[in-house]
């Protein structure tokens, strides 16, 4: 209770924190009946089958964030997950179960900077090359893949902040790279792929002055009004893009991406400050409020955070806090009682990014406690704190990987 009190702060979030204790019938009823878990410990053997390298061998080959500290255990099973996740070509399944055998560019961006700072370059590239391959003529992406690569599963809208995953995630791959020149040689080889990306997000938003239509976003469904989730990513995208055309050598572009950044930040900050930075710049909308995507605007996906930003973040995590103590993705998110570990991990990562390092522990603390029995991340955790849903999930895993390397 106290350590709840002490992250969150305030008399609202100590009320949250003794409300976790125990369920009440009516959230018992409410809670959905999810399977506890879709997968076994025997999913990894299967998904690597005959692959010549061994666990031990291929985690050596790198480095393990946090080798040395409390979470390292964690650590290793989330990026063995990742390992199992990867196919040969690229393609990073979000989960082991056959409705989240696919692979999401926001999923698979993740997956590869999480790979990058651990050491494992060579399997980052492969997931980068994936996502050159799969990137629609104008830079866009769909909002999953097959695995082979060969196209969509289903008539589902693509979704636009992939462009935006996309450019962060290169970026991200080639700062953990510690040659500079070997960084730059990597980043010529996958410059399709920035260039396709960059030339959509300034398509989408005029060169950043106006904001991008609305589009599905992480929350997987469709939306008439554009979201945070949608164009913090794109802005997050933006930056990424002027430093890695600056890296390149080629300034004028760079200034001239950076200033389109700028003026879309701006545009967001006009649009969603005045009101907390919530989920849609319109309060009224019923299922509003501040979400994860709060996290986007903040480091590592920024260089800083403003104060409206900080607000909103603490919010977030006393408005989406569920019963057995983590978060769902947003306070508008319907109650079911339900923990989600992706959003939950986030904070963590961000929290750390951002030099609070008590604050991020604690989230991955509770991430721990909140493990399958063989070790790895579900995607869901159920008010009575059980696993549920696939296990591992990729973003997660990732996630994790991040937060720890970054504390």
């Known amino acids: 209770?106290?350590?709840?009190?002490?992250?969150?702060?305030?008399?609202?979030?100590?009320?949250?924190?003794?409300?976790?204790?125990?369920?009440?019938?009516?959230?018992?009823?409410?809670?959905?009946?999810?399977?506890?878990?879709?997968?076994?410990?025997?999913?990894?053997?299967?998904?690597?089958?005959?692959?010549?390298?061994?666990?031990?061998?291929?985690?050596?080959?790198?480095?393990?964030?946090?080798?040395?500290?409390?979470?390292?255990?964690?650590?290793?099973?989330?990026?063995l997950d990742l390992r199992a996740l990867t196919r040969a070509n690229g393609a990073v399944a979000a989960g082991p179960a056959p409705l989240w055998s696919y692979a999401w560019p926001r999923d698979s961006a993740f997956a590869a900077v999480a790979l990058a700072v651990a050491g494992h370059h060579d399997d980052a590239d492969r997931v980068l090359r994936f996502l050159a391959d799969v990137q629609l003529d104008d830079g866009g992406f769909e909002a999953r893949y097959l695995l082979d690569g060969t196209g969509t599963p289903d008539g589902r809208r693509r979704q636009d902040d992939g462009a935006g995953w996309a450019l962060w995630s290169l970026r991200a791959v080639l700062d953990a790279d510690p040659s500079s020149a070997r960084a730059r040689e990597r980043l010529r080889e996958l410059s399709p792929l920035l260039e396709a990306a960059t030339a959509f997000v300034l398509e989408r938003t005029d060169d950043g002055t106006r904001l991008p239509e609305a589009s599905s976003d992480y929350w997987e469904r469709?939306?008439?009004?554009?979201?945070?989730?949608?164009?913090?990513?794109?802005?997050?995208?933006?930056?990424?893009?002027?430093?890695?055309?600056?890296?390149?050598?080629?300034?004028?572009?760079?200034?001239?991406?950076?200033?389109?950044?700028?003026?879309?930040?701006?545009?967001?900050?006009?649009?969603?400050?005045?009101?907390?930075?919530?989920?849609?710049?319109?309060?009224?909308?019923?299922?509003?409020?501040?979400?994860?995507?709060?996290?986007?605007?903040m480091p590592p996906f920024s260089a800083r955070a403003r104060p409206g930003v900080l607000a909103a973040f603490d919010a977030y995590q006393q408005q989406a806090l569920r019963p057995a103590g983590g978060l769902a993705p947003g306070a508008g998110w319907k109650q079911d009682g339900i923990s989600w570990t992706p959003e939950t991990a986030l904070v963590a990562w961000v929290a750390a990014a951002g030099g609070q390092a008590q604050r991020a522990r604690y989230w991955l603390d509770w991430l721990d406690a909140h493990r399958t029995s063989w070790g790895s991340l579900p995607e869901k955790v159920l008010p009575d704190g059980s696993p549920a849903g696939p296990a591992p999930l990729g973003w997660t895993a990732a996630s994790v990987v991040l937060a720890v390397d970054a504390l």
Do not use: N
């Open 1 to 79: 209770m106290r350590r709840r009190a002490l992250l969150l702060g305030g008399a609202s979030a100590l009320a949250l924190a003794g409300g976790g204790a125990a369920l009440t019938a009516a959230e018992r009823t409410e809670a959905s009946p999810l399977p506890r878990l879709l997968t076994d410990a025997s999913w990894r053997g299967l998904a690597l089958g005959p692959d010549p390298l061994g666990d031990d061998d291929w985690l050596a080959a790198g480095r393990l964030p946090g080798a040395d500290g409390p979470h390292a255990g964690m650590v290793r099973e989330a990026l």
């Open 222 to 297: 469709r939306e008439r009004e554009l979201t945070l989730g949608t164009v913090a990513p794109l802005l997050a995208g933006l930056h990424a893009a002027a430093a890695s055309f600056s890296r390149l050598g080629r300034r004028t572009r760079a200034r001239r991406i950076a200033d389109a950044a700028g003026s879309l930040a701006r545009l967001l900050d006009g649009h969603f400050a005045p009101t907390g930075y919530l989920r849609y710049a319109d309060p009224g909308l019923a299922s509003g409020g501040v979400d994860a995507a709060v996290t986007f605007l």
